[in-house]
């Protein structure tokens, strides 16, 4: 019935008024506001998971004996708990690296807190050395869990570590994620 009434009356027309094309170019522009903050969202990890994707780089550089790499993300102030700078750390992991063979490093539930400065973290880590991890898992060896503590700072673009201690747990003390982890590298012992 309608469009016959716009057929009879040539001053109604089917063109949509200016208040509706306003408020169809404002919905078209806040989509298009909306895909880009998700596409960015999406290219660019947050500070966060930035800081957890460096520590995941430094266990598997760790695990691989890479002592020039691992050094590369130490800020050149930095100590550890007991006042190491750079330089004792890396004799402290090479010797680490020398006297253990098969070093395998789970890194398990990471904390992280960008809203205090410097920015903390703290990580469970299962540590284990020895025969490859496959033969781990057959025979049910587990392993050693630390919870270690970082500080770090954004330079130049990137995050460094200024600070880090450590120490080790048992398994009652870990972070609430750590065991959910525990159960999908080892689920038949937890």
Request: one cysteine or more.
């Amino acid at each position: 019935m309608r469009s016959k009434q716009n057929l009879n009356n040539p001053d109604q027309s089917n063109s949509p008024r200016i208040p509706g094309r306003f408020f169809s170019l404002l919905t078209l522009l806040s989509a298009l506001v909306c895909l880009l903050t998700c596409f960015q969202a999406c290219q660019k990890p947050d500070e966060a998971e930035e800081i957890r994707e460096l520590l995941r780089t430094v266990a598997a550089q760790a695990e691989k004996k890479n002592l020039e790499k691992i050094m590369g993300y130490l800020a050149d102030d930095y100590r550890d708990f007991e006042g190491r700078d750079s330089a004792r750390t890396a004799s402290l992991l090479e010797t680490y690296f020398k006297n253990y063979q098969g070093i395998a490093i789970h890194l398990l539930d990471i904390y992280v807190d960008i809203d205090k400065d410097p920015a903390e973290a703290e990580a469970d880590v299962l540590l284990s050395s020895g025969p490859l991890e496959t033969l781990r898992k057959l025979v049910g060896v587990v392993g050693v869990y630390y919870r270690f503590n970082f500080s770090l700072e954004k330079r130049s673009g990137r995050w460094q570590i200024i600070y880090a201690a450590w120490k080790e747990v048992d398994s009652n003390s870990l972070l609430p994620g750590s065991r959910a982890i525990l159960k999908k590298i080892f689920p038949d012992q937890f």
